[in-house]
């Protein structure tokens, strides 16, 4: 057992990545709480942990409220008596894709809300729950936390909210590791590429072949192959691990 009895909070748990993240935990030892505004979803997940027996706890939060972020690490820290583990995983999407091949670009399209909405899901929530989370995590001397990023944060039409949160990860997770490896918490980054979740699922047929030709591997990600990555991370395996962002993306990040 990988995470024998430590203690991981998942964000986003009730879907997709996450959702296989919580339950890759539950099936090394780990003591799980899932975090997710859908609480009906995160209610389904936690009911497949109870039945492997591991301990579990559902927080109706959304990652952007800093009075649900404490609220939450508080009640953790009262449940379990630690907080090893902190997976930031929840995010959205508001693309601008409706003016595709006009003059004026898909960024003129992009309204305050869908750049507010991502900006602070995305990149607040992870801030957010990163600040409260490293509290605990610092009186302990231990701590992983890590962040999700995408290859969309290299660029993409129609996603300019999306691919500045994604890269703003990057430059809050340089920044966190280095604010606490004094206090032994190492903090990364995962990026992972197309991925079959419901964040996909809408994306049409000829579309979604077009993404997957400039893929090496040529397929999709399965949400547990994001989640061992999770793993590892979070685990004393990659304890001299910190600062990076690691790339999960069947290659497409790399060639030219
Ligand atoms: P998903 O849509 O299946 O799951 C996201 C979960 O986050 C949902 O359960 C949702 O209710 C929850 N959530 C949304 N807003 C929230 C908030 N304000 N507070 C708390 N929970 C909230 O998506 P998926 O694909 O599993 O994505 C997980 C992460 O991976 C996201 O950060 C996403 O940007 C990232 N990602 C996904 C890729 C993909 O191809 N699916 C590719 C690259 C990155």
């Given at each position: 057992m990988r995470l024998q009895d430590k203690v991981a909070l998942i964000t986003g748990g009730g879907s997709g990545i996450g959702a296989a993240t919580v339950l890759r935990f539950a099936e090394e030892g780990a003591r799980l709480a899932i975090a997710d505004v859908n609480v009906e979803a995160a209610n389904q997940v936690a009911d497949q942990v109870r039945a492997m027996d591991?301990?579990?706890t559902v927080?109706?939060?959304?990652?952007?409220?800093r009075s649900d972020v404490e609220g939450m690490i508080e009640a953790i820290v009262k449940e379990y008596g630690r907080l090893d583990i902190l997976i930031n995983n929840a995010g959205i999407n508001r693309d601008a894709l409706s003016v595709r091949k006009t003059k004026e670009g898909e960024i003129k399209k992009m309204t305050d809300e869908q750049w507010d909405a991502v900006l602070?899901?995305?990149l607040k929530g992870t801030f957010l729950c990163s600040q409260t989370a490293a509290v605990p995590m610092m009186d302990q001397k231990y701590g992983k936390i890590v962040n999700t990023s995408s290859i969309g944060a290299l660029g993409n039409i129609g996603q300019a909210n999306y691919a500045a949160s994604k890269a703003g990860i990057w430059g809050l997770t340089y920044t966190l590791a280095l604010e606490y490896a004094r206090y032994n918490i190492n903090v990364n980054c995962v990026a992972p590429g197309a991925t079959k979740t419901q964040m996909t699922a809408g994306i049409p047929e000829n579309i979604l072949a077009g993404i997957v030709e400039k893929i090496p591997f040529r397929r999709m990600a399965e949400?547990?192959?994001i989640a061992n990555v999770h793993l590892?991370?979070?685990s004393d395996e990659a304890a001299y691990i910190?600062?990076?962002v690691i790339f999960v993306d069947g290659g497409m990040s790399v060639g030219i």
């Amino acid at each position: 057992m990988r995470l024998q009895d430590k203690v991981a909070l998942i964000t986003g748990g009730g879907s997709g990545i996450g959702a296989a993240t919580v339950l890759r935990f539950a099936e090394e030892g780990a003591r799980l709480a899932i975090a997710d505004v859908n609480v009906e979803a995160a209610n389904q997940v936690a009911d497949q942990v109870r039945a492997m027996d591991r301990p579990v706890t559902v927080f109706q939060v959304d990652v952007s409220r800093r009075s649900d972020v404490e609220g939450m690490i508080e009640a953790i820290v009262k449940e379990y008596g630690r907080l090893d583990i902190l997976i930031n995983n929840a995010g959205i999407n508001r693309d601008a894709l409706s003016v595709r091949k006009t003059k004026e670009g898909e960024i003129k399209k992009m309204t305050d809300e869908q750049w507010d909405a991502v900006l602070a899901v995305n990149l607040k929530g992870t801030f957010l729950c990163s600040q409260t989370a490293a509290v605990p995590m610092m009186d302990q001397k231990y701590g992983k936390i890590v962040n999700t990023s995408s290859i969309g944060a290299l660029g993409n039409i129609g996603q300019a909210n999306y691919a500045a949160s994604k890269a703003g990860i990057w430059g809050l997770t340089y920044t966190l590791a280095l604010e606490y490896a004094r206090y032994n918490i190492n903090v990364n980054c995962v990026a992972p590429g197309a991925t079959k979740t419901q964040m996909t699922a809408g994306i049409p047929e000829n579309i979604l072949a077009g993404i997957v030709e400039k893929i090496p591997f040529r397929r999709m990600a399965e949400p547990r192959e994001i989640a061992n990555v999770h793993l590892f991370l979070a685990s004393d395996e990659a304890a001299y691990i910190t600062g990076q962002v690691i790339f999960v993306d069947g290659g497409m990040s790399v060639g030219i």
